[in-house]
């Protein structure tokens, strides 16, 4: 792994800009790169100078969706042909499809916005985007918001630490660890705003 995030590097320093938004791109929609072996070398050479924040962030934010944006229509497009045609043997039935589609419908922002934020899972947010055919805005705008933190503050590590692996590889699970558990407090808020707003209602449901 750390040859291959050696050789990422190499690719952004290469291709500037261009090759920022490539990794990005492909790593959202074909290969689930992990987005600090990009982001956190991208914040080391924007303290050295190199690159510029906005160049660097724009890059990444664009490549991000786009990539995100290419997986979100293969699920939209050919997702349910191939779940009606195997998904039986994945145990994902018709039923289970109509309740994903309820749920994106209902809840689709914010699962996409914190799926974003969490390692692991951020990649694989488009497919079930996708698959539920949540409306393409909402999509693009949570996908950013959400990916755009995530971003930037692997950005913030790298300029501050990027230089020294050692305090990087140290530092990362406390990061994540943090994001999680903003993660965890989101959908707190979010599953009482919401139950909330159910009780309010005349007949009681949402």
Same mark, same amino acid.
């Given at each position: 792994?750390?040859?291959?995030?050696?050789?990422?590097?190499?690719?952004?320093?290469?291709?500037?800009?261009?090759?920022?938004?490539?990794?990005?791109?492909?790593?959202?929609?074909?290969?689930?790169?992990?987005? #600090?072996?990009?982001?956190?070398?991208?914040?080391?050479?924007?303290?050295?100078?190199?690159?510029?924040?906005?160049g660097?962030?724009?890059? &990444?934010i664009?490549?991000?969706?786009?990539? /995100?944006?290419?997986?979100?229509?293969?699920?939209r497009?050919?997702?349910?042909?191939?779940?009606?045609?195997?998904?039986?043997?994945?145990?994902?039935?018709?039923?289970?499809?109509e309740?994903?589609?309820?749920?994106?419908?209902?809840?689709g922002?914010?699962?996409?916005?914190?799926?974003?934020?969490?390692?692991?899972?951020r990649?694989?947010?488009?497919?079930?985007?996708?698959?539920?055919h949540?409306?393409v805005?909402?999509?693009?705008i949570?996908?950013?918001v959400?990916g755009?933190l995530?971003? /930037?503050?692997?950005?913030?590590?790298?300029?501050?630490?990027?230089?020294?692996?050692?305090?990087?590889?140290?530092?990362?699970?406390?990061v #994540?660890?943090a994001?999680?558990?903003?993660?965890?407090?989101?959908?707190?808020?979010?599953v009482?705003?919401?139950?909330?707003?159910v009780?309010?209602?005349?007949?009681?449901? &949402?």
């Amino acid at each position: 792994m750390e040859t291959f995030a050696s050789w990422l590097v190499d690719v952004v320093q290469g291709l500037g800009y261009i090759g920022l938004f490539v990794t990005m791109f492909f790593g959202n929609a074909l290969v689930p790169i992990p987005v #600090e072996a990009i982001m956190i070398p991208a914040g080391y050479i924007v303290q050295q100078g190199e690159m510029s924040l906005f160049g660097v962030m724009a890059s &990444a934010i664009f490549g991000d969706i786009g990539g /995100s944006l290419f997986s979100y229509y293969i699920a939209r497009h050919f997702g349910r042909r191939f779940l009606f045609a195997y998904g039986k043997y994945l145990f994902f039935t018709h039923d289970r499809i109509e309740m994903l589609d309820r749920f994106f419908a209902s809840h689709g922002e914010i699962s996409v916005l914190t799926g974003r934020l969490v390692p692991g899972l951020r990649h694989f947010m488009a497919f079930p985007a996708g698959l539920s055919h949540m409306n393409v805005k909402k999509f693009v705008i949570y996908t950013g918001v959400g990916g755009g933190l995530w971003m /930037s503050i692997l950005v913030l590590v790298g300029y501050i630490i990027g230089g020294n692996k050692a305090l990087v590889r140290h530092y990362m699970p406390y990061v #994540e660890g943090a994001i999680i558990g903003a993660v965890i407090m989101m959908i707190v808020w979010y599953v009482r705003r919401h139950r909330r707003k159910v009780k309010e209602q005349p007949n009681g449901t &949402a």
